[in-house]
């Protein structure tokens, strides 16, 4: 079974720009959950995507969204970006049914902006 | 609001050692599920463990066992005979709500253990 895939894995982009990450979660899996990463705030939860839907979301700015296409797969846009936003932006699939569980996360993409 | 905490930021063993990561949550509900992950140098989060609020079982897999203490509010995280290649970030995690939604956690600011040769 493929594992998550993030694309690209790394990207350099310039203050104001605007840049988007995708992932794919494996086969099977109808949640897609997005996670900032830097060494000062740590792992926190941008949103999670549901069959399309956001499930939930992250205390982050508007800038910051998110969708989900029927094939599950997820895409988020960062607009107008800024220096802090610089980090690992990780995504993880997960599936749920009855007592079992499962939630796997991509290798990320190293998002550096200058 | 949810919380972790893991109060160690770095630990540095020699193999062979045992080492337990502490954390201990806080939070509201009364259905939750606890996470260990690593964190490798690649940087991808790797599964190790979940945890239902209402399983206070202790479970050992190989080299790693876990202690559930719902009295305390710990989440303890032991390696056994440590070696080399546990050495990474390892995260404790809390999720928001039992029932379907998983997806939303809350994550310790991580253990970096170092295992010397």
């Known amino acids: 079974k493929a594992g998550v895939t993030q694309t690209p894995r790394y990207l350099i982009k310039t203050r104001g720009q605007q840049v988007t990450l995708s992932c794919s979660p494996i086969?099977?899996?109808?949640?897609v959950s997005w996670y900032q990463q830097t060494p000062g705030q740590g792992l926190q939860f941008l949103f999670e995507?549901?069959?399309?839907?956001?499930?939930n979301k992250g205390n982050f700015p508007g800038r910051f969204s998110g969708r989900q296409f029927s094939n599950s797969r997820s895409e988020m846009n960062v607009s107008t970006l800024e220096l802090g936003d610089s980090a690992l932006y990780l995504c993880?699939?997960?599936?749920?049914?009855?007592?079992?569980?499962?939630?796997?996360f991509g290798p990320g993409t190293r998002l550096t902006v200058t | 609001a949810q919380k972790v905490t893991q109060a160690q930021t770095e630990i540095s063993v020699v193999e062979k050692e045992d080492v337990t990561l502490d954390c201990v949550y806080e939070?509201?509900?009364?259905?939750?599920?606890l996470f260990w992950y690593k964190q490798p140098p690649s940087g991808e989060l790797v599964f190790l463990i979940r945890?239902?609020?209402?399983?206070?079982q202790n479970e050992i897999s190989g080299r790693y066992s876990w202690n559930f203490q719902k009295s305390t509010s710990s989440f303890n995280f032991t390696i056994t005979a440590s070696q080399v290649v546990d050495s990474a970030v390892y995260f404790c995690?809390?999720?928001?709500?039992?029932?379907?939604?998983?997806?939303?956690?809350?994550f310790g600011q991580g253990t970096i253990l170092t295992v010397h040769p």
């Open positions: 995690a809390l999720s928001e709500k039992g029932g379907t939604s998983y997806g939303k956690l809350t």
């Open positions: 993880a699939s997960s599936f749920s049914a009855g007592s079992s569980y499962e939630q796997y």
């Open positions: 995507y549901f069959s399309e839907t956001q499930r």
């Open positions: 086969s099977g899996h109808r949640s």
């Open positions: 945890r239902n609020s209402f399983d206070e």
């Open positions: 939070t509201r509900d009364t259905t939750y599920y």
